[in-house]
């Protein structure tokens, strides 16, 4: 792997500051040692010149030091190497020592120097970690393109310096500018034709590449799985921040983050846009097949009443003809609650429903759920315990009157002819619960939940007539009212069906006797 080589503006000892210590540090222990010349034998002096040797090597460099050694060894021999007050040296022992110090001066401040940038290396290299730690962590929180190009634009500046911005292709195949607002560091202004020709032959050019070298900006091609996918152009503060090896490299790797990232943004998106259409297409066809089945039948009950009406009008008696209009009649019911289920629904998940909140007697909200379907429950025995002092609710009394009626309507279908019908309220932790239970066969437990998805049917291929709306519907309503609702078998067989709302602080001035529950 090449080493790196340290920026200047980050290593650069070799100042007129570095130097002049250089030299200040040996005539400083100088002045020290001069007081003490008789106590202290010329070796003892050459020690203190050699400390002071390492700690210029330590603190400013490999120049610094060697300058610091021959200023020692000058200072030495005038000073205190006999003669004094001369550059001559007349004892070869002092010479020894003197010659010692400088070999062990210049090894120490190599030494020295050599640790002080492997140190700056592994700084730079545990910033450089740190800094593709967090890029990479901020990209995988990411889920929007517009998101992931934002981290990578602010990232690469804080890294390499300099504005920069990524470009993609328009649905025209040429590249252009984000249609996004830019951030302060975008750089904008840049050559499209140059990004253009990046984005076609995957190559780098620009400023300091082989290609177009008179850019001002850098354009690298953002390659993908499938091929170039973008550009990236940079406009670099400094050419040694780029195109040293592992600065080389660390941008590649963030080049690289971004490619992927976006790749799998993408590829999220398009398995999302497949599975909406998958459901949609399942729906569809659930729609499809709920509608064709429930309303093939009415439709030919209606058809063949019609038929018989008009062809065999003079051989029908008036009682006759009054059940055939009868049949007619609630045949055509069934269509119209049909529709309006599925109307009702689309506009549910439309949002289109306002709630018209008021507030309302929980029992006269079941009251009037249950005289819409006096005549239907006629022969049913409907058993209802309401608590003592129920507090008034905040709802759209219309539409929670059609969720009351809906379970009631799914209890007597989903029950055998005869079997009672169970209503309760009462106040609990959750919130006022109003609950439905019937004598039918249950729901298995692993179909409670799903029973309230649109159009499923426990049993498909059911006698019973309706599309699997119904209880879609009362979710909906009940949970625009902040509330919840679920289904469970009851002990001695049967379905209880329970919705929870929030119970609110009623003002005091609510008069219900004004109130129309009847829609």
């Known amino acids: 792997m090449p080493r790196l080589v340290p920026c200047n503006h980050h290593l650069d ?15 400083v222990l100088t002045s020290i040692d001069w007081p ?6 010329p070796s003892n002096i050459l020690m203190f010149y050699l400390l002071g040797v390492f700690f210029v090597a330590l603190r ?16 030495f021999a005038f000073f205190f190497a006999p003669p004094i007050f001369s550059l001559a040296i007349a004892e070869p022992e002092n010479l020894a020592g003197l010659t010692v110090m400088l070999v062990v001066g210049a090894v120490t401040s190599n030494l020295a120097e050599n640790v002080r940038r492997q140190a700056y290396v592994a700084e730079q290299r545990e910033r450089r970690a740190s800094a593709l730690y ?14 992931i190009i934002e981290i990578g634009v602010r990232h690469i500046h804080a890294e390499f310096g300099g504005q920069n911005t990524l470009l993609f292709p328009d649905q025209n195949g ?33 400023h300091g590449a082989s290609t177009i070298p008179n850019e001002a900006a850098i354009y690298a091609p953002l390659m993908g799985s499938t091929g170039t996918i973008g550009v990236l152009a940079l406009e670099p503060v400094d050419l040694v921040r780029i195109f040293l090896p592992e600065q080389r490299r660390l941008l590649d790797t963030y080049v690289n983050q971004i490619v992927h990232t976006l790749e799998r943004a993408k590829s999220a998106e398009q398995a999302k846009d497949a599975t909406l259409k998958m459901q949609a297409e399942t729906l569809r066809n659930s729609l499809l097949s709920s509608i064709s089945h429930d309303l093939r039948n009415p439709l030919a009950t209606i058809v063949g009443a019609a038929s018989t009406l008009e062809t065999d009008e003079k051989r029908l008696d008036e009682d006759r003809r009054r059940k ?22 689309a506009r549910l998940e439309a949002g289109e429903v306002v709630l018209n909140r008021q507030w309302y007697a929980p029992e006269e909200i079941v009251g009037s759920a249950l005289r819409r379907l006096d005549k239907k429950l006629k022969t049913r025995q409907v058993n209802i315990l309401m608590a003592d002092n129920l507090a008034l609710i905040h709802v759209d009394a219309v539409l929670l009157q059609q969720v009351v009626v809906n379970l009631l309507d799914n209890a007597d279908k989903y029950s055998s002819a005869g079997l009672p019908i169970d209503i309760s309220v009462e106040t609990t932790p959750l919130g006022l619960s109003i609950a439905v239970a019937d004598r039918g066969p249950g729901i298995p437990e692993s179909l409670q939940q799903k029973v309230f998805d649109k159009f499923f049917r426990v049993n498909a291929e059911s006698a019973q007539s309706g599309v699997g709306l119904g209880l879609s519907i009362c979710r909906a309503i009940v949970e625009a009212h902040g509330g919840k609702i679920q289904a469970t078998n009851r002990s001695g067989g049967g379905t209880l069906f329970q919705l929870y709302l929030p119970i609110l602080k009623c003002p005091p001035t609510v008069n219900l006797e004004e109130k129309e529950l009847t829609p």
């Open 324 to 345: 055939l209009v009868t049949v007619i009649s609630e045949e055509a019911q069934r269509m119209s609650e049909l529709t309006v289920k599925i109307l009702d629904m």
């Open 36 to 41: 003490f010349r008789e106590i202290l034998t």
């Open 13 to 27: 000892k070799h100042t007129y500051g570095a130097r002049f210590w250089g030299i200040a540090i040996p005539l």
């Open 174 to 206: 040429l590249v252009c500018y984000p249609k996004e607002p830019p951030l302060d560091i975008s750089l904008q202004g840049t050559d499209l034709g140059v990004a253009r020709w990046v984005f076609n032959h995957g190559q780098m050019a620009g």
């Open 60 to 75: 400013f460099g490999l120049l610094p030091s060697i300058l610091a050694s021959l200023t020692s060894a000058a200072a």
């Open 134 to 147: 967090s890029f990479s962590k901020e990209l995988a929180e990411a889920r929007w393109e517009k998101e």
